[in-house]
């Protein structure tokens, strides 16, 4: 079983930050990744429409045999709460590890949350935060534009739309003194740089992405599923739209080309 995929779906391609980090941490270990382009965004849609989504990237994962699920998707992670408690393996979302790392860092206790509509609507990582630490204080934001940006190449830092969308975003959280803000949505380091440069150096970005990447190897190493081999693993991409517009957007996120590892798959009539 440890040598099985570490199974990681998001709507699209933000899902990609976290398999970046896992790549980094753990090489040997080999990663199927789903990315439901076809759907893309999650964050606009009903609860009910993403929980049954969830449940079709899930359940495609776990008949690739992986050992593991990460959804990798602020999404999902706060709207399809109760997928967790009927997977047959391991898994994390993005909410618990991304909020641990925020209450980690926080030296002023003021907190910000930027997210897709959905996720900010379902005050997850507020709630998370406030369970961690009831002192601190959380100021949330939603950022829907930030994932079509992202999904459409609009990443440059000194792109004077990028730059005019964060300004008016973020102003508000800028206004209340934040000195950590939760990049709350996988899409998001994607344009890190430039909400960086909008808050200045004194506020810590924690990226949702890299965070869960870290947590996972933990209840990896916790549940005794870690790949022993000494060999480079393998990363095989599945997406629900084509597979031409992933492989150029991958690339940006992983600064690397995906090459023939990327296979189309409809999950659209998935009895599920
Ligand atoms: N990466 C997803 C998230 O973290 C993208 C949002 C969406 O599909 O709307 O929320």
Redesign the pocket.
């Known amino acids: 079983m440890s040598e099985n995929a570490i199974g990681i779906f ?3 391609l ?2 990609l930050t976290a398999v970046k980090e896992l790549v980094k941490v753990l090489p040997q270990e080999n990663i199927i990744y789903f990315g439901d382009t076809a759907r ?5 849609r009903s609860r009910n429409t993403i929980i049954k989504y969830a449940r079709q990237d899930a359940y495609f994962l776990l008949s690739r045999g992986v050992k593991m699920i990460i959804a ?6 706060s709207v399809a709460v109760g997928l967790k408690d009927e997977l047959p393996v391991p898994f994390t979302g ?1 909410v618990v590890p991304t909020a641990i790392a925020a209450v980690t860092a926080t030296r002023n206790g003021r907190i910000g949350v930027i ?2 509509s ?2 900010v609507n379902s005050g997850s990582y507020k709630n998370e935060i406030l369970r961690l630490n009831p002192a601190l204080t959380v100021f949330q934001q939603d950022c ?1 534009l930030f ?1 079509s940006l992202v999904e459409n190449s609009f990443i440059a830092p000194d792109d004077a739309i990028v730059r005019l969308v964060v300004e008016r975003y973020l102003q508000r959280l800028k206004n209340e003194g934040i000195d950590t803000l939760i990049l ?4 998001f380091p994607i344009i890190a740089e430039a909400i960086q440069n909008y808050l200045g150096d004194g506020v810590t970005l924690i990226d ?1 992405g890299k965070e869960t990447a870290l947590y996972a190897v933990e209840l990896l190493r916790k549940n005794k599923l870690l790949n022993p081999s000494s060999q480079e693993g393998a990363c095989r991409y599945y997406v629900s739209d084509t597979v031409e517009d992933f492989r150029r957007v991958a690339e940006i996120f992983l600064d690397h080309s995906v090459g023939n590892e990327v296979s189309h798959i409809n999950l659209e009539h998935a009895n599920i």
């Open positions: 998001d709507s699209g933000g899902g893309v965004p999650y964050g606009t990798a998707c602020g999404t999902v992670s993005v997210g897709t959905a996720t829907p994932v709350g949505c996988t899409h949702s």
